[in-house]
T-cell receptor
Framework: AQSVTQLGSHVSVSEGALVLLRCNYSSSVPPYLFWYVQYPNQGLQLLLKYTSAATLVKGINGFEAEFKKSETSFHLTKPSAHMSDAAEYFC??????????FGSGTKLNVKP | NAGVTQTPKFQVLKTGQSMTLQCAQDMNHEYMSWYRQDPGMGLRLIHYSVGAGITDQGEVPNGYNVSRSTTEDFPLRLLSAAPSQTSVYFCVTGGVDTEAFFGQGTRLTVV
């Protein structure tokens, strides 16, 4: 079975600083990888997805993630944090689009 | 195109009551599933289905029942509600070459 590990349940950055949210996965086959964002009292919204094309994936709101097979990682980054980025972020993996596995989530706090 | 329709949005139950959360999708997705979300515990898989007539248990199936008689519908039944089932529930679907699609969520409180 797949598994997803998100390091750090809470991350705090200053507005304008780099955002780095970490995600590692376990997979015996090339996976499909996703990042989702959840704002308070809302559902989950897709930020970006990796489906074996380019290893650097660009998503919405200035976020991007890089697939590194050798490190089994798919970390999410944004060069400059904005107050509106404060939310909870979930990494997910699917090995055949028939079952999804989610990380435990990372809450991002952005300080003014 | 409605996507994933999940109802109700809010529900309060008394301990011991039963209820059904409805999930319908119009994207012809084979994969449908139910997750619960609790603070600090992420999303935990309750039950899932890879096609009509096929269901399987996830990580936390106890106290829940599902069936998949059609491609479109995947209801989740709480047999005898308990306070430990207070949670936010999401119906999640997916197909070949797609990401996971989420319903709007159901906030369930069991008193």
């Amino acid at each position: 079975a797949q598994s997803v590990t998100q390091l750090g349940s809470h991350v705090s950055v200053s507005e304008g600083a780099l955002v780095l949210l970490r995600c590692n996965y376990s997979s015996s086959v090339p996976p499909y990888l996703f990042w989702y964002v959840q704002y308070p009292n809302q559902g989950l919204q897709l930020l970006l997805k990796y489906t074996s094309a380019a290893t650097l994936v660009k998503g919405i709101n200035g976020f991007e993630a890089e697939f590194k097979k050798s490190e089994t990682s798919f970390h999410l980054t944004k060069p400059s944090a904005h107050m509106s980025d404060a939310a909870e972020y979930f990494c997910a993996v699917s090995d055949n689009f028939n079952k999804f596995y989610f990380g435990s989530g990372t809450k991002l706090n952005v300080k003014p | 195109n409605a996507g994933v329709t999940q109802t109700p949005k809010f529900q309060v139950l008394k301990t011991g009551q039963s209820m059904t959360l409805q999930c319908a999708q119009d994207m012809n997705h084979e994969y449908m599933s139910w997750y619960r979300q609790d603070p600090g515990m992420g999303l935990r898989l309750i039950h899932y289905s890879v096609g009509a007539g096929i269901t399987d248990q996830g990580e936390v199936p106890n106290g829940y029942n599902v069936s998949r008689s059609t491609t479109e519908d995947f209801p989740l039944r709480l047999l005898s509600a308990a306070p430990s089932q207070t949670s936010v529930y999401f119906c999640v679907t997916g197909g070949v070459d797609t990401e996971a699609f989420f319903g709007q969520g159901t906030r369930l409180t069991v008193v």
